[in-house]
Every structure is written in C-alpha cells, then in structure tokens.
C-alpha cells in the first residue's frame, strides 16, 4: 500500500471550526469538517458537472458533442441504479437516507445517517464511481422524469422564473430548464449517458466532503483507498464549450398566463461583467447581495413604501446569481400591478443612485450578513452543500464569512452605477387564467 | 427547575405558562420560540391575522422597517410570527434566533437584546389610542392575508393536501385552514382584532423554547422579567383525540378540476391511532413500509416498477389519528395509479413484507428521529408535538418502542386503517393545461 497523502487543516478561531483536507494523486479533493456533538453525519460527493454543461468534447475526441438539453440530471437520476437492484436498498440496510440534485453548474449524490457512517461512506463512493445503464432503464426514467418536469410547469413561480432567463439570455444553456423538456428527454441514449460520464464524472473533477462526528484522519484515509482503488490515475482535460452570449437581453418582456392567484412580476437584469472567478467572483456576489438589500431588504426605504401602497407582499424578494460564464440578478414577486411595480422599482435604483450609499446603513447591514453567514454553522446539510458549491467556484467555506467585512461602499457603489442599468434588464410575468380559485367549502 | 426525561429542563413559568430549555454547546446559535396554544375554530381567521400585524411594529419599532433594523444591529437576528395548525391547536408564535455572541466578537448583551426585541413584539404591539391596531396596519395585512389565502392554489402538492383533509374532515375544526377563511376577513376591525389578540395573550396555554449555548437559569431570569404574563384565568392543554368519522361512511370520491399538467392523488385513511396511543410505534412502521421512504412500497411499486409517478408517498398525521397516501401522475392514468396505490396498502394488511422492509423502515425511522437532536428547529417541533398530545415521548423513547414491535402489531395497525376519502386534482376531460 502506498503512502496515504498529506493533510492539510484549516481553521478559524473566531468560530471555532476546524477543516481537515486532502488532494488525492487522480485530481480528488476530499474535505471533512468534524462537528462534535452533532448525531447526524452528512456526506456530499459533487462533480463540477452541471446542466449548462451541454457541449464538450470528450476526452481523446476532437469535435465538440452536443447533448440533449437535461442529460446532466437524467444522469443523475440513473446513477442510483445498479446491476443488482437500487442503491437506495444499500443504503436503507443501513438506516441512511440518500438522495442527490443537478444544479446549471454541479451535480451532487449525498447520505445522511447516524450510524455506520464508514460504510455508508463507502456504498456512496462506490455507487458515483460506479455507472450502470441499459436501454431499458434508461427507457423506464423517461416517464418519471416526464412526471417531474410537469411537476415544475404547474409551479407559477418556476414558470415566471424560467421565462425570466429565457428573455435574459440569447443562447447561453442557463435559459433552459435544468431538466430540459419531456421533448429533449426523450432522446437521451445509453451512450450518450456514458459519454457524459466518461466526461466530467472523473475524480479530478470532484469533491468529497464529510461533515459530523467523524474521525478526520481515518475518514480521509478511507476515502482515499476507496476512491484511488476505483480510479487511481489523473485526469485533467475536460474542454467545455460556452457559447458567446451576446451583451444585449434577448427579450425585453415576457408573458404568460396559467392557473395563480395574482399577476407573478420578476425583473431581470443581465450582469455582463462575467469572466471572474475565485475570491473575486464571490466578493463581487456579496457586494451585490449587500447592495440588494439595502435597496429591496425589509429596512429599506422602497420596501416599506411599495409594501404600504400594497404594490408587493411578503412574497417580494431579490438576489444576485453569478458564475464564471453568467451573472443576473432577480427582483420581484406577486403584484396587483406590474407595470406600476416595474416603474417603482426602477425609480427606487435611481433614487438610489442620486443618494448613494452611506457608510453607516452598509455597516449595519454587513453585521447582519456576518450574523447570518456565522449562523450557517449549525447545519450539517448546509456546510457540506455551501462548501462544495464554493469549492467549485474556486472559494473555501471557512474564508467566505471573512470576505464580508472586505466589501467597501466603493465596491457597492460601482455595482449600482454600472449594473443595475434598464438597459441590461428584462421583464417576466404571469398572468392568472381564468380557472383557479380556492375551494373553501 | 427538574431534568425531564426529554433532556429539556422545564420550568413552570406560572399557571399555564410552561418553558423548556435545552442548554448545548453543540450550537452556535440560540433560537427561542414561545407558542400560544389556541383552539382551532371559527376565529381562525382572526388569530392568523394576529402575528402578521404583530410584525408590524412596536411601541419602541413602530414600523417593520425599524425592526428590521434593529434585526440588522443584533447580527441579523431571525424575527417570525405566524400561526402553525396542529391537529385541533392553532398555534400562535413569535420566535427570535441568532448566533450567540462570542461569534462574531459581540458583547453578551445579544441574547438578552433578542429576547427584548420577541418581547417587544409579543406584548407591546403598536397600539392606537388604547385597545386598537393601526388603522392602517390592520387594513394592509387583512389585504395581505387575502392574498396568502388565494395564494394556496400555485403550490399544487400542499393545496391538494388541505383539499383532501377537507374534504374527509367535515365538520372537524381540523378541516379549517390555518390562514382561516377568504370570507371571514372583510369584518375584521382593528379594535376587534386587539382584543382577540388581548384574550388569546391572557388565556391560552403557553409553551416557551430556548435551545442553544444558554444557562437555563439566565434564561429563566430575562424571561421572567421581560414578559409579563397575566397570573390567572389562564387555561390548561385541551385534550387531543382522533378524527372519528361519520356513520356509515363509505370511501367517497372527490374530483377538482383545474388547468394542470400533472394530476395529484390523494387517498385519505383513518387509523384511529395518535401520537400518544400505545400502537404509534407500531404505525410509524406500517407507514415506513408503506410509503416513507425510496425503498418504501409505494416508491418503488409506483414510481421505480411503473414508471407513473416523480413522487409516491405516504404520510401520517399524528395527532388526528391520519394517514395519506399520495402521487403525482398523469391524468390519464388515474385507475391505473389508483389500483396499485390501493394494493399496497392492501398488501400490508394480509402481512406482505419482509423482514428486509421492516429492518429497513426500522432503520430509517431511527435515523430520522436521532438527526432531531441537531436541529434547533426539529427539537420545538418535535416537543410541541408531545405536548399537544399530552405525552412527550422523547426520540429516544420512541427508538427503544420502535425496536419492540413485532410483525403481528403492524399487521394488527394495518387491519384497522380505512380508506376514507379519494381526492383527485385533474384537469378538466380533454383539457390542455
């Protein structure tokens, strides 16, 4: 047996938390975070894999594969399956409950149990590095997954969210539904399922992290052996393929109407800056964050006022999503009145702009994010999902609450000047049909 | 002050006034909720009303937007209110959680200016005059309430639950809606609403929870000078019981039509067991093989055989004595769907599982109820429970009852439930959604 890799620990003093990591020969990052006192044990193995991830070129391949819209997830549904029967079975034998999700840029398999985390660790690692498909089950998920994408277009606020991108963008993959359509699913083939596989499910482009009561050390070696017995050599040329998104929004407006209770209003606006990564990329997310609270947050000055004039209610809300290949962000929520929100909003952001930002109201709101970031810590599910949807983008969980306080009025007022532009921006709404009331007997 | 056998330390406040305190390192954050327990009954519309006005402001943060901003300064304190439905409880709650000082480098004055600001929204409420909400608050959150209400029809899967509880529970407080009713709220007045919110503060029974790195007697300490609660007429826990149903009633099918993609299915079962009853265990794992879990029947018959459903599961309610088996499927596949719902339940009453799908219930039963001791939130949860069915029956408790079931008492559960009511959420014959 070779000699185990080093590990190297990180930690933080002020919250006391401690990180033990390792870099595996084949690429593998494995992470474990002990949480003293906690029963449940949390485990995540991710791959930067996700539904945007639509052309590539395979590795030893020299032209560029294009893959049904919704194959990243379709993938991942069939990986719980095996030549002896279902891996959620494994799993039950030992009370621990499985699951996984496929997001536009990752694709994450997860256990959580109480006991016997050892082996659940190992069926996990196991199963990942482990695919089975055949005509047949592949042919079988059709009409589950089918199930699940009708589950979605009967949700208003997907439907208004979903339309949003759409208009946004012009041909970038994150305009479509992670799950793509009960049209596109019907392509997908075995082969193609091993050719995305093959593709991005390599341990050089995958996370492990644990996150419990575990022992760090013994749990990294395990992992190791595990994961090096499987797939021990490295691997380290996946070519995405991105299309070039063009500047200008595709739509500036787009309309729906099915079965909801109010007119839906999300305003979208297209944040072209894009390209940045790491530390950069996710400082440039909290400043917006800070700066979309200050204006859109329940201490704003628009918020009480658009709330009294009962332009919006409590489902009002805003955010700011940003990768390396795209960055948007979302305002909105039900309205009697979207255009008269629509114009509000945009009032708001220009008055804004005249005003500025104070020093005094972005220090009040930073401690609430620092309060909040700090606050994470007292779930298992959330370290392991947060640290490994940060890795990818190329930032350590235990750093990130640090980011915060680096966050300057400069930083916040550059976003307002340059981003938040009607130009950039596009509009989605869902109008009520008809048919749809609330039965009350 | 005495140790139950839940591990909270638990403290009699005063007649009526019960609090729980579970003092741990474990968490970095200190979550306190107190509960007013109200029956479930025609004012419920009024009483949902009650904690939204609350969060409009105080006497000392007359707005929302100034607390929120007091939120902001306390590192971004969580402040809630609502009202939460449990069986024949309407439960009325303000809560305040926030990561515990030393943290973020603050000083311990934190946990006290929480509880200051809960208190602050509990008991003094911006008030108009004497003995009245603002005008204007009470009208915009009787508006707001209004939309919450019409609201309950874009999430499909929980309207269609309350649909089917409705539907099967006629006549039962436990058939109303948590939010109350759409025709109720147009004479609600301000003054009226104050003194709803003055009686329900007097009389209810009252549950308070602290779970985070705290010594339960400085807890008890703030508590007790910060909230001046009324010495008497205060009342004791109702008595909770099953749902029982109506004479002669035969399974009865209930069709809505609405423009959907996806059909969902609900059947409605009685068991005529609750939380407290002696066979809860052992339902607990009729359910587990049943329907609560990917390696449950219902999953793996419905979904993974035949390829109908995304989602196929059953569901009890604990303290109604209930049980639902659901699925989301194609309209077209009603009968289909149908028939192999109903067979597995019929299978688990002629005793058709392994001891596999026992263990592996067992299994995932105990896992879930030890993963409540690390969430602030599943513990109240978990807590509240017991004491409205008047036995607290700790996850431990229940791990130890679970591993004494045997086959014959589940299959002894499974005999006694009774399909009661089919509710089928489709879209009109023909129609296109």
């Known amino acids: 047996m070779k000699a185990l890799k080093e590990t190297i620990i990180q930690s933080h003093t002020v919250l006391d938390e401690k990180v033990y990591g390792r870099r595996l020969e084949n690429g593998c990052q494995l992470f474990v975070w002990p949480k003293r006192g906690f029963t449940k044990k949390f485990a995540v193995f991710s791959t930067h894999y996700g539904s945007i991830d639509s052309h590539f070129i395979p590795p030893g391949a020299s032209e560029v594969v294009h893959v049904p819209d919704g194959i990243a997830h379709f993938l991942e549904h069939k990986m719980f399956e095996e030549e002896e029967g279902s891996v959620f079975d494994r799993f039950a034998r030992l009370g621990a409950s499985a699951n996984a999700y496929t997001n536009y840029t990752n694709t994450t398999y997860l256990f959580s149990c109480t006991d016997r985390f050892e082996e659940n660790l190992r069926i996990l690692i196991d199963f990942v590095l482990h695919p089975y498909f055949t005509d047949e089950n592949v042919e079988k998920e059709k009409g589950i997954i089918a199930q699940e994408l009708q589950m979605y277009r009967d949700m208003p606020d997907q439907r208004v969210y979903r339309n949003l991108l759409e208009a946004l963008y012009q041909v970038h993959p994150v305009r479509l539904e992670i799950g793509g359509t009960v049209e596109s699913i019907q392509k997908i083939t075995k082969e193609q399922l091993y050719t995305c596989y093959n593709t991005f499910y390599h341990p050089s482009n995958m996370v492990l992290v644990a996150v419990g009561d575990v022992d760090p050390e013994a749990t990294l070696d395990l992992a190791e052996q595990e994961i090096m017995s499987r797939r021990p050599e490295f691997k380290g040329d996946i070519r995405r393929v991105y299309p070039d998104e063009p500047p200008a929004v595709k739509e500036k407006r787009r309309e729906e109407r099915m079965p909801a209770a109010h007119p839906i209003f999300y305003l979208g606006i297209k944040d072209v800056e894009t390209g940045k990564k790491g530390e950069e990329l996710v400082r440039r997310e909290i400043a917006m964050d800070l700066l979309l609270h200050l204006l859109f947050g329940r201490s704003s000055d628009l918020f009480a006022a658009l709330y009294e004039e009962g332009l919006i209610n409590d489902d009002f809300g805003a955010g700011y999503a940003a990768t390396p290949s795209y960055a948007h962000v979302i305002a909105g929520g039900e309205t009697p009145d979207p255009s008269r929100l629509e114009e509000r909003i945009w009032q708001g952001i220009e008055e804004r702009r005249r005003r500025g930002v104070e020093a005094e109201e972005l220090e009040r709101v930073k401690r609430r994010f620092l309060g909040q970031a700090s606050a994470q810590f007292d779930s298992v599910e959330f370290i392991a999902n947060a640290f490994s949807s940060l890795y990818f983008r190329g930032v350590h969980l235990l750093s990130y609450r640090d980011l915060i306080p680096e966050v300057g009025l400069d930083d916040v007022g550059e976003l307002l000047e340059k981003v938040l532009r009607p130009e950039m921006a596009a509009v989605s709404i869902i109008w009520p049909s008809g048919n749809g009331k609330v039965d009350q007997g | ?433």
């Open chain 2, 1 to 433: 002050m005495h140790m139950e056998e839940s591990g909270f330390v638990v403290q009699e406040m005063g007649p009526g006034v019960t609090m729980y305190v579970w003092p741990t390192r474990q968490f970095k954050t200190v979550s306190t909720r107190v509960v007013l327990h109200h029956p479930l009954g025609e004012d419920a519309t009024e009483t949902a009303l009650v904690p939204q006005v609350l969060l409009r402001g105080s006497a000392r943060y007359p707005t929302t937007q100034a607390l929120a901003r007091r939120r902001e300064e306390l590192f971004g304190t969580e402040l809630g209110a609502d009202v939460s439905k449990l069986g024949r409880d309407h439960l009325v709650w303000v809560g305040v959680g926030g990561i515990s000082p030393r943290f973020v480098g603050a000083g311990s004055r934190l946990l006290r200016d929480q509880l200051e600001l809960l208190a602050e929204v509990l008991f003094h409420p911006r008030e108009v005059g004497s003995g009245r909400f603002d005008e204007e608050y009470t009208r915009q959150e009787k508006n707001v309430l209004r939309q919450k209400i019409e609201r309950l029809i874009n999430e499909k899967r929980r309207y269609g639950m309350f649909r089917l509880y409705q539907e099967m529970c006629q006549g039962d407080p436990f058939a109303i809606h948590r939010l109350g009713r759409l025709d109720r709220i147009e004479s609600i007045t301000a003054e009226g609403l104050f003194q709803h919110y003055r009686e329900i503060l007097a009389e209810s029974p009252v549950s308070i929870f602290v779970v985070g790195p705290v010594d339960p007697q400085e807890v008890q300490t703030a508590i007790q000078n910060l909230f001046p609660w009324s010495k008497e007429g205060r009342q004791s826990l109702f008595a909770a019981g099953p749902y029982t149903p109506k004479p002669n009633g035969k399974p009865r099918t209930v069709r809505e039509e609405q423009e959907v993609n996806q059909a969902l299915l609900y059947l409605g079962y009685r068991t005529g067991i609750t939380f407290a009853d002696e066979r809860y265990p052992a339902l607990s794992l009729y359910s587990g093989i049943l329907g609560a879990f990917p390696h449950s029947k219902l999953f793996i018959q419905v979904r993974e055989k035949a390829s109908l459903a995304y989602f196929a599961f059953s569901q009890l309610e604990p303290t109604m004595g209930l049980m639902v088996t659901s699925c989301g499927i194609d309209p077209a596949n009603y009968e289909r769907a149908l028939d192999l719902m109903r067979a597995q339940v019929e299978a688990m009453a002629r005793g058709e599982f392994s001891d596999e799908e026992m263990a592996a219930a067992r299994a995932s039963l105990r896992t879930g109820l030890r993963s409540i001791y690390d969430s602030p939130d599943a513990l109240v949860d978990r807590t509240l429970l017991g004491v409205v069915n008047r036995r607290l029956r700790p996850p431990e408790e229940m791990i130890a009852a679970l591993d004494r079931v045997t086959k014959d008492d589940i299959v002894e559960v499974a005999q006694q439930v009774e399909l009661d009511t089919i509710y089928f959420l489709t879209r009109r014959e023909g129609g296109q959604a």
